[in-house]
């Protein structure tokens, strides 16, 4: 422990024994938490720029008074997040689990049902497709997010967890083991508005194989405050103020983040958000493009005349309104008058645009964000031309996309084993009604997890099935192998398709039983 992490846990101990520690400004105000401040907002500051919730533009008017004005922006936080998170978890990814079978085992078909369906069913009830790919995408944006399971109505849930929600308390080389999630609540007290906090503090003890959740409950009248330690049954009348779960293997809840190293702050797990060493780019962009628009909007064609020529003298016949005289439409802006001076003439004013330079400008900016961020070039920009492309030309122009994608879906991977494996060993637990939702002990029978990611975007679908049926013809690739890579089949799924397949044969076989031998058995699996 450095010096100044040894002063601030003494000033931090010093606070609860003076009897100040149940009043809490921020999160890192409490004492068993040793996160920097600047990680909570820099956090923040993501979500602020994912929300495209830019500050304000000043500038002096004609007149030479100070105004603001919201500025035009293009968003483009949300918009690389939600390209990402499309590329890597999209309707084609399917996920699969059985047991894992040695090769001189048999698999119990009905065990592997039993098990594939009950996560099916878990995930659909939690309609986890559309979840996951919404929170993946404020994942990147902000650097991290997690999901945990949790029982309720004899059910199993799943609740999602975003980096403002998360803090970790301890951490290994591999992955965070104890953290402390943040959830909020808003309710009208006497016409008052009140905000609740909720804090669980998840200790993992991987020795014992045990999660210790202790709940602490704070109210404020402030929304970026804490507040004040108040009772659990503020929350919930049913809320505990302890619960151990044992016979876990890893913390229940799993932590997605965002590939690379946390340079802001070194030593935290903690992930950074795509655009956090982008901000600059993105700020020049939204320049660029704030001043165009706005260069757009006043650049107007105008003319200016005399005042007496808006004020007509002679009346028109036929005219009922305005006393008989003719006027201009209300909303017309192109005529301005100006105050009558001997020899004034009409003057018409033509802005030039100035879009060549505005776009040029706009596209550099884009380029180099789509450089820092690890987007193939043509990911923002629109300069380039659209031509008809093969799928290898499209695979090799995305290669960017395609390697920063596939850091990300090793993250997810993780993520995606973790929570898994929680939710099967939180079911095999006896905590619904004293009974188990799932008779499989996962730690004493290992599973085979399979996730496919479909990457038809980067792949040649058809010229990757065709080269790939070659090569199983000429007895280089199994069938199996062929299956799983084309059709995104577990390996399980993919035997049964291979021999249903050849029971189909057999059974529309014209030869006679003792015949069939002479021809072969119409190949293996493999």
């Known amino acids: 422990m450095t010096l100044i992490d040894s002063l601030k846990s003494f000033f931090k101990k010093g606070k609860v024994k ?9 999160i890192t105000d409490h004492p068993d938490i040793n996160l920097p401040t600047s990680e909570i907002l820099r956090i923040q500051e993501d979500l602020r720029y994912y929300r495209n919730d830019m500050k304000k533009v000043s500038y002096y008017n004609t007149y030479n008074q100070k105004k603001e004005r919201k500025p035009h922006t293009l968003a483009l936080t949300k918009q690389m997040s939600r390209q990402l998170a499309s590329l890597v978890f999209n309707e084609g990814m399917t996920i699969s689990i059985q047991p894992h079978v040695d090769e001189k085992e048999t698999a119990n078909t009905q065990e592997n049902d039993e098990l594939d369906q009950f996560i099916k069913k878990v995930l659909a009830d939690n309609n986890f497709n559309q979840n996951y790919e919404e929170n993946l995408e404020l994942g990147i944006a902000t650097g991290g997010f997690a999901v945990r399971p949790y029982i309720e109505n004899g059910a199993i849930k799943l609740a999602w967890i975003g980096a403002d929600q998360f803090v970790p308390l301890d951490s290994n080389t591999n992955e965070i083991t104890s953290a402390a999630i943040v959830n909020k609540r808003t309710v009208s007290e006497r016409d008052t508005t009140v905000w609740y906090s909720l804090l669980e503090f998840h200790y993992y003890d991987e020795v014992a194989r045990t999660e210790t959740i202790e709940n602490e409950v ?27 779960l044992s016979g876990l293997s890893r913390p229940t809840f799993a932590y997605f983040k965002m590939p690379g190293k946390n340079n802001f702050a070194v030593e935290s797990p ?32 105008r003319v200016f005349v005399p005042s007496s020529m808006i004020r007509p003298t002679a009346k028109q016949e036929g005219n009922l309104f305005d006393d008989g005289f003719p ?14 001076k001997e020899g004034a003439n009409i003057t018409q004013v ?22 820092n961020v690890g987007l193939s070039q043509g990911t923002l920009t629109t300069d380039g031309a ?24 090793t993250q997810c991977e993780k993520q995606l084993y973790g929570l898994i494996r929680s939710i099967l060993e939180l079911a095999n637990l006896p905590l619904f009604e004293g009974k188990t939702l799932l008779n499989y002990d996962i730690q004493k029978n290992p599973i085979d997890i399979n996730l496919h990611f479909e990457d038809g975007v980067f792949v040649d679908k058809d010229a990757q099935a065709k080269q790939d049926m070659l090569i199983v013809q000429q007895g280089m690739m199994p069938k199996v192998e062929f299956l799983q890579r084309n059709y995104g089949l577990s390996e399980e799924d993919a035997k049964r398709w291979i021999q249903e397949a050849q029971d189909d044969v057999a059974n529309n076989d014209p030869l006679p039983k003792e015949q069939k031998g002479m021809f072969g058995d119409g190949g293996g699996d493999e």
């Open 218 to 244: 704070y109210r404020s009248e402030t929304a970026n405050e804490i507040g004040q330690n108040v009772p659990l049954s503020n929350w919930d009348k049913s809320l505990p103020e302890k619960v151990v």
């Open 386 to 409: 659209i031509n008809d492309k093969t799928a290898t030309e499209v695979v090799s122009d995305n290669s960017a996309t395609y390697r920063t994608r596939s850091s990300i879906i």
């Open 270 to 301: 903690l992930g950074v958000g795509i655009s956090e060493n982008a901000k600059s780019i993105i700020d020049a962009a939204n320049i660029a493009y704030d001043q165009f628009v706005r260069e757009v909007q006043l650049a107007k064609r």
């Open 18 to 26: 003076a009897g100040m520690g149940n009043y809490l400004k921020t």
């Open 327 to 340: 006027k201009f439409d209300e909303d017309e802006d192109v005529f301005m008058q100006f105050k009558d």
């Open 350 to 371: 033509d802005t030039t645009i100035r879009n060549v330079q505005y776009t040029a400008t706009l596209q550099y900016h884009l380029h180099a964000l789509e450089n």
